[in-house]
């Protein structure tokens, strides 16, 4: 059985060959620098964020009168509201 490596060096060549013919431009010694630029809207938007997360997520005062009548067994609630206010903007 006669094996021929010629095939192989062929593709080795045609190999060496294309990487020799592919250039990088290395004689560009200038840095091009990213920027970006932020459009007023998108600054309101950020200063709106900061703003919102300074604020806390549980307002204190509401919580304590709410667990203060919860404890004292007088909070009340009033389905007869809370139904009028689901149904408002509905036609029914």
Do not use: C, F
């Not at 593709?11 to 970006?36: C, E, H, L, Q, R």
């Not at 005062?61 to 007088?74: G, H, I, M, R, Y």
């Amino acid at each position: 059985m006669d094996v021929k490596i010629t095939n192989v060096y062929n593709a080795y060549n045609v190999y060496n060959n294309n990487i020799g013919s592919i250039k990088t431009d290395k004689t560009d010694k200038t840095a091009k620098k990213d920027s970006i630029s932020i459009s007023a809207q998108a600054e309101e938007y950020q200063a709106a964020h900061k703003a919102l997360a300074k604020t806390p997520d549980i307002r204190e005062e509401k919580t304590a009168a709410l667990a203060a009548k919860v404890a004292a067994n007088s909070y009340n609630i009033d389905a007869d509201a809370i139904a009028a206010r689901m149904l408002t903007g509905w036609e029914i």
